[in-house]
């Protein structure tokens, strides 16, 4: 019982605290105008491919809620949302399910209802090969989020804290999966010497999960009343910040996911000119269908597909990977974090190399 109300304390505080105070900085990113675009709006295509499915819109539904009957309306509503838009989705944890038996229906009612679409199955990165693909068989999944989330378990009371012997035991998961795996962190991001230590292990499918958007510490913090000093409660590295580090060390050939406080088609436009294969929403689709149900939810994803056309139009992109190649200025605390690192920012702002 102590874990399923922690999922729906999870829900609770998520949509009373919002995002933040971390914010995404892709607020010091500016496209160049493109004055000559040279594009016919027809021409224009946003479907991608991703993980061996190919989605409408460029996005995915990223991993919230489970293990609990409470949530098995939100997921059906979220998985109606998916297949109605044409997108994935990503299950919360599934680590109750498989270890406890709680909850299953809430994660199962995502494939009957998505029954062609890409799902994503969920695990913490320390469960055994196992519990993994009981995961994956459970969603009949296209593929299985391991987590990082360690900024997470230590403000959580019941927390776990000794991360010791991570990444081997992740290695082992992977080397028999039948599906791809796919590395992601819980709103802290990932910097370009876990990349690397991630592509060295193998791995080739990653979820920047960056800071600005929905607060996993301070929503821990919330459930047990502690207090955050200010440097936890703003703890990780933004979302922009994540993907330049991504791009730089992350193949074309291996996949880019771009998640953490997106939230306007100008944040997605922005997300795939630092590299993104696909981008991940969460928290405003969890609030329009607890709030206001399924059709507003599918709305939103339209609207947000039909902002970035427009953006792909004035710079004349006729598909969302070519926002790579068009020129960029980058300002404020985002050029001084290329500085420290010792980035060439003005090969960033004429191309990104994914």
Request: aromatic share 8%; charged share 20%.
């Amino acid at each position: 019982m102590q874990r399923e109300q922690r999922k729906l304390e999870h829900i609770k505080y998520a949509l009373e605290l919002g995002d933040g105070p971390a914010t995404t900085h892709f607020a010091d990113l500016k496209f160049i105008h493109n004055c000559l675009p040279e594009i016919n709006p027809a021409d224009i295509d946003i479907s991608v491919k991703l993980l061996g499915k190919r989605l409408r819109l460029p996005f995915f539904i990223d991993a919230i809620t489970g293990s609990t009957d409470a949530v098995t309306d939100i997921n059906r509503k979220l998985a109606q949302v998916a297949e109605a838009c044409g997108i994935g989705l990503a299950v919360g944890s599934q680590y109750g399910a498989v270890c406890q038996g709680t909850g299953v229906a809430s994660y199962k009612v995502v494939r009957e209802e998505a029954p062609h679409g890409l799902v994503i199955a969920n695990m913490s990165a320390f469960v055994s090969y196992e519990q993994a693909l009981a995961a994956v068989d459970m969603l009949e999944a296209d593929a299985l989020e391991l987590h990082l989330n360690a900024a997470q378990e230590l403000v959580m009371a019941e927390g776990d804290k000794n991360y010791a012997g991570l990444l081997q035991n992740m290695h082992r998961i992977f080397q028999d999966l039948p599906v791809p795996i796919i590395i992601k962190e819980t709103g802290c991001g990932m910097a370009k010497e876990q990349y690397q230590q991630l592509l060295d292990a193998g791995f080739y499918v990653f979820n920047c999960a960056g800071a600005g958007g929905t607060n996993f510490p301070a929503i821990e913090a919330k459930r047990s009343g502690a207090v955050l000093g200010e440097d936890f409660a703003a703890w990780g590295l933004p979302t922009c910040w994540s993907l330049i580090d991504g791009q730089y060390v992350i193949p074309k050939k291996h996949c880019l996911l771009a998640s953490g406080g997106i939230r306007t088609a100008g944040d997605i436009a922005k997300a795939f000119a630092l590299g993104a294969d696909a981008v991940g929403i969460t928290g405003p689709v969890l609030r329009l269908v607890i709030e206001e149900g399924v059709a507003k939810a599918i709305a939103y994803f339209e609207e947000l597909a039909e902002g970035l056309m427009q953006y792909m139009l004035l710079l004349g992109c006729k598909h969302p990977y070519e926002l790579r190649k068009v020129p960029l200025i980058i300002d404020g605390a985002t050029r001084n974090y290329l500085d420290c690192r010792g980035y060439d920012m003005a090969a960033l702002c004429k191309a990104r190399n994914r």
